[in-house]
C-alpha cells in the first residue's frame, strides 16, 4: 500500500515545526530560495558576492559564522546539475545548543508547490513565510450564498477564501397589487428567479465538478429561505448535491462578506468534517477492543510491533503528537538493544548489564513506522489531537495502534 504521500506531508511538517523553532545569536541563519529555471551557476555567483560581503562583519564570530553557512549552501548546491521542478530550497546557519556550544545545521527542502521567485535572506530566524503555506491541506469547501437579489460562489482552502463568482440578479420585487395582472407578474417573477438559480447552479458545476474529488463539501448560506429553496429543488447537479451540508447557515449578505460570514458560522461544521476520517478509524478501533476477545485491534508499541512483525497490522495508527525516538544502543559489554526513548541525546543504560551504552542508530519514532508500514504492506493513519479519540490514543495507548488482518493469540 501506498503512504508515500502521507510520508511526504509527516516529513515537510516536521522540518518545517523544526526549521521555525532556530534562532540564532545574531543575523546568521541563511534561507535561499532558487526557482525551477534558475541557474545553478548564477546562484553559486550570487553566493560569492554575498561571502565577500559578509567578509566585512565586524563581529568575527558573526563574519565566521555567517561565511561557514554560505559555504555550506554553495557545497551542497554544487551536488545539483539543475534545479528541481518546483524549485528547492536551502536553510543553513550556526545554532545554539547547550552552554555557549553552537551547531551547524542545514535543510534542503523539495517544497510540495512550485518556488516562484528567487530569495537570499541573512536574519536571526529561518524566512519560512513563503513554504507555511504549502502546509495547509489541498482539499477545499464549496461555498454558497445567495438570495433573490445575487448569489457568489467560492471555495474555502486552508484559511484561504477565494470568491470564485457573483451573479446579479434581475428578479424583481414581489408585486403586491390585485388583479389578473398580478397573477402574471408573480408569474414572471417566478419565472426570473427560476432561470436566475439556474444560472447559479451553472456555475457551481463549472467551478467544483472537475475538483469534486479534492471537495469537503459544499456549505450553503443566505438570509430567509431562498437558500432552502435553491438547494431543495436540486438546481445543482446531482454529483454536487451529495456534498451539500446540513443544516444551512443564516449570513445578512450574499456577496464576497457573506461568503466571510459563511465560514465564520460553519466553523464547528468544518473543524468535525476534517476529523471525521480519523474519527470513523478510532472508532473502528475502540469497537474490536470491546469485544471480549480484543477483536482485530493492537494497542501499545510493543504490542503492535509484534503483530506487525507477523504480518498481521492492516492499518498502523499513530498520534501525529509522537515526539519519541527509536535507537539501537550498543554497551562496552556488546549488547545491542533496540529502545523508544524522549531524547536520542540523553545518556542511555543497556538494560542487559547495565552499563553505559552509546546510540549507534536514531531516527524519528513515526519514521520508523512509515517504514515498517512498506515492510508489511499496511496503511497508516496519522491520527491528530484535535478530537476526544485522538486525544485517548495519544494518551490511553501511548499514541500507537493498530488494526488487524485476523486475530492474533
Known sequence: MDNSVSKARYDFKKAMDEIRGYRGKGTELISVYIPFGKLVSDVMAYLRNEESAASNIKSKT??????????SVAARLKTFDKIPENGIVIFCGEVPRAG????????VINPPEAITAFLYRCDAQFFTEPLDGMLVDKRYYGLIVIDRKEATIGMLAGTRIKVLKHYDSLVPSKHHQGG???VRFERLIEIAAHEFFKKVADGCTTCFLDSILDMEGILVGGP???????????????ELLKKVVRPFF?????????????????????????????RDMMQRLFKEIRKEDGG???YGEDMVRKCAEMGAVDTFLISSKLKKYRIKAVCPNGHETMMTVDDPDAPVKCPECGFGAKVAESKDLIDDFFEMSELYNSSIQLISGDSEEGEMLYRAFGGIAALLRYKVG
Do not use: P, R, W
Not at 555557549?100 to 535543510?107: A, E, N, P, S
Open 100 to 107: 555557549d556550544q553552537t551547531k551547524m545545521v542545514q535543510y
Open 250 to 278: 443564516d449570513t445578512g449578505y450574499t456577496d464576497e462578506s457573506g461568503l466571510k460570514e459563511l465560514v465564520e458560522a460553519a466553523q464547528g461544521v468544518i473543524v468535525d468534517m476534517q476529523i471525521t476520517s480519523e
Open 224 to 238: 430567509g429561505m431562498t437558500k432552502d429553496f435553491f438547494i431543495n429543488n436540486e438546481y445543482l447537479h446531482h
Open 62 to 71: 558573526t563574519m565566521k559564522n555567517v561565511t561557514g553557512a554560505i559555504e
Open 296 to 298: 482485530l485491534s493492537a
Open 180 to 182: 389578473q395582472s398580478s
